[in-house]
C-alpha cells in the first residue's frame, strides 16, 4: 500500500488497529490525536490488574506502530481546516467516533467528501451505523464479548456467573483486521471502477463472524453451546480431548478423523498394545469404547511431565497442541520462524519493545515497522509536507489548533 495515505481519527485500539495493519502494508497512516490529552488510551495505567510503564504501553505500541502523529483539536474552526488540508491528500478517512461528535466537529462523511469527494470513508461502532442504538457506544468487552453472546458460549454454565474477557482488546483486534482488509477491498474497487465507498465494520458484527459457525447452527435449530467445566467434558473420540500431564500441564489431542493416525497415535502415547486391540483398532469400536480409552490415554499422558510430551508429540501424524499461555507462545519456536514477533524501538530508548505481526505475511517476509509515535510528534512534518509556513503553524500553535 506504498502511496496510500490514511487520515485516523480514532482512539483506542478498535479502529487505530486498522491503521496499524494498514501501515504494517506499507500505508501512509497520519493519526490525529488531542493536542493537550492525545489519545485517551495513553493515559490507561493498569491492564487486566497490571501496572503499565505509560512509556512502554501495549496498547498503543500494538494499534499504532507505524503511524505519524499529529495534534489537532478538531473542535476548534483553525483544526478543522488543518483536517481538511490533510484530508484532501487522503485516500481513506478511518474513524470510531459517535455520530454526535462526528457531526458537532465536521468530520462526518459529508464534510470529509466535501473536499475529497474521492475518499474511502471507514468507520468502526459498537452496534453498527444504523438501527436505533446507532449512537450508543461500547467497548469489546461490552459488545463483542458481552452482548454478541461470546461471553456465554464461553462460559461454563457450572460456574453460576459469567466469566469477564481475560485479554484485553480482543475483539478491538479482531475487528481492526476486518476493517483493514474492507479498505482493501474498497481501494481495489475504486481502482476498477473509479467509486468510492463507505466501510462499516462493529464489534457486535465482529463476534458473530467469529462465532458464525455456532451462531448459524443456534438459528437453525435453537440450542446454544456452551463450555464445559474441564471434568464435565466428554468425548464420543478419545483422540478428541485435553488431558493433563504429571506436573499439571495439559496436551489437546484433536484428531477430529483418526482413520489412518490410530497406530501412529498409540504408539506416540506409549500404548502400541491399543493399536491391536479390538476395541480400539478401528474408527468404530474407538467411539463405541471411547470413555475406556479416555482412561487409559489419560493415565499414560498423566505419567511423564510436559516439556517430555510439548517435545515427542513433535513427529505424531495426528493433530495435537500443548495448552500454551500468550506468554509461552512468545519462545515458541514455530510462531518465531514463522516472523510473528517484531522488534521496534522503543520510546524510552531501552531495550526493543517486541509487538505482534498482523495475521497476514507477504512473501515469507518479515515485517519491518517502526515504535508507536508520541502523542503530536510529526504535526511539523505533516504540515510542512502540505505546504504550510512556519508562520501559519506558528499562528495555529498558539490559537491552540494544533501542538
Not at 332 to 341: K, L, R, S, T, Y
Request: hydrophobic residues 40%; proline residues 6%.
Amino acid at each position: 500500500m506504498q502511496g496510500v495515505r490514511v487520515l485516523e481519527v480514532a482512539q483506542f485500539t478498535f479502529v487505530p488497529a486498522a491503521g496499524a495493519i494498514l501501515a504494517d502494508w506499507g500505508a501512509d497512516v497520519i493519526k490525529v490525536e488531542h493536542p493537550v490529552r492525545g489519545d485517551t488510551q495513553r493515559g490507561f495505567i493498569n491492564m487486566g490488574g497490571f501496572q503499565l510503564d505509560p512509556n512502554r504501553h501495549p496498547l498503543i505500541e500494538h494499534p499504532n506502530r507505524g503511524k505519524r502523529s499529529v495534534g489537532i483539536d478538531v473542535s476548534t474552526p483553525g483544526g478543522q481546516e488543518v483536517l481538511y488540508e490533510i484530508a484532501k491528500t487522503a485516500d481513506v478517512f478511518l474513524t470510531n467516533y459517535l455520530p454526535a461528535q462526528r457531526q458537532k466537529n465536521k468530520f462526518d462523511v459529508e464534510h470529509i467528501r466535501a473536499v475529497n469527494p474521492d475518499i474511502i470513508y471507514a468507520r468502526g461502532s459498537a452496534y453498527g451505523d444504523k438501527g436505533p442504538e446507532r449512537d450508543t457506544g461500547g467497548f469489546d468487552g461490552t459488545a463483542f464479548w458481552t452482548r454478541s453472546g461470546v461471553g456465554h458460549a464461553l462460559t461454563p454454565e457450572a460456574i453460576n456467573g459469567a466469566l469477564s474477557q481475560g485479554i484485553p482488546a480482543f475483539g478491538d483486534s479482531i475487528g481492526g483486521m476486518n476493517i483493514a482488509g474492507g479498505i482493501a477491498a474498497a481501494l481495489f474497487h475504486r481502482e476498477r471502477t473509479g467509486e468510492t465507498a463507505e466501510i462499516d465494520v462493529s464489534l457486535l458484527s465482529t463476534a458473530w463472524w467469529a462465532a458464525g459457525a455456532s451462531v448459524t447452527q443456534g438459528m437453525e435449530t435453537g440450542e446454544t453451546m456452551r463450555s464445559l467445566m474441564p471434568d464435565d467434558a466428554t468425548s464420543v473420540n478419545p483422540f478428541m480431548a485435553n488431558y493433563r500431564t504429571s506436573d499439571g500441564g495439559t496436551i489437546n489431542l484433536c484428531i477430529v478423523s483418526p482413520t489412518g493416525y490410530i497406530r501412529d497415535a498409540f504408539e506416540h502415547l506409549g500404548l502400541p498394545e491399543l493399536a491391536d486391540d479390538p476395541r480400539f483398532s478401528d474408527v468404530l469400536p474407538l467411539i463405541e469404547n471411547a470413555s475406556e480409552g479416555v482412561e487409559l490415554i489419560a493415565k499414560a499422558i498423566g505419567s511423564k511431565p510436559f516439556e517430555y510430551w510439548r517435545q515427542h508429540l513433535k513427529t505424531m501424524k495426528g493433530q495435537w497442541a500443548p495448552f500454551q499461555s500468550l506468554v509461552d507462545l512468545a519462545t515458541d519456536d514455530q510462531a518465531v520462524a514463522n516472523d510473528m514477533i517484531v522488534e521496534v524501538e522503543a520510546g524510552d530508548g531501552g531495550k526493543p519493545f517486541k509487538v505482534v505481526r498482523g495475521p497476514v505475511q507477504f512473501n515469507h517476509e518479515p515485517l519491518e515497522t517502526t515504535r508507536a509515535p508520541q502523542a503530536s510528534e510529526h504535526t511539523e512534518i505533516v504540515l510542512m509536507e502540505l505546504g504550510l509556513d512556519w508562520d501559519r503553524i506558528e499562528e495555529l500553535k498558539d490559537s491552540g489548533s494544533i501542538a
